[in-house]
């Protein structure tokens, strides 16, 4: 099993690869991932799935069964809903056989962004040859 960790901004998408080198056949195999406060925590802060259709709006998690990796992507709009703190996580892989085996783990760190994503947004300005006029 490998261990990652990860430091996330609350001001950014959340894109990352896990490696999962130990991991078996993956054929047919579905991979499921948590981000909780603590293995216990009965809530999770992040739930994801490579069964297609399966995840929230927005969110994707992807095992490439070649590679050996899962990729997760979860857009900004939902990490700003982020509590900053520490988190764990893990990857548990369900082989085609029905076999479960957790193929990777770590920490989150969810830090808070310094610069307001809604002022990051582009300023239009019209030049009408006389003052400055800002839209948007």
Do not use: C
């Given at each position: 099993?490998?261990?990652q ?14 490696a999962l080198p130990?991991?078996g056949d ?6 499921l991932?948590?981000v909780r ?9 992040v739930?994801?799935s ?18 050996k ?7 900004q709009d939902a990490?700003?809903e982020?509590?900053?703190?520490s988190?764990v996580?893990d990857?548990?892989?369900?082989y085609?056989?029905g076999?479960r085996?957790?193929?990777?783990e ?8 310094i610069t307001d994503?809604?002022?990051?947004d582009?300023?239009y300005?019209l030049?009408v ?7 948007g």
């Open positions: 099993m490998i261990s960790d990860f430091t996330i901004y609350t001001s950014e998408d959340w894109a990352a690869t896990i130990g991991a993956l054929t047919g195999a579905t991979a991932m948590q406060l603590s293995a216990d925590h009965p809530d999770d802060l739930d994801l490579s069964t297609p259709d399966s995840n929230d709006e927005g969110n994707s998690f992807t095992l490439n069964v070649g590679a990796t899962v990729a997760l992507a979860i857009p990490v700003a982020f509590v900053p703190g988190y996580y990857v548990l892989v369900i085609a056989a076999a085996k957790r193929e990777a770590g920490r989150v760190f969810v830090k808070r962004g994503a809604v002022r990051a582009p300023v300005v030049d040859g006389g003052a400055v006029l800002e839209t």
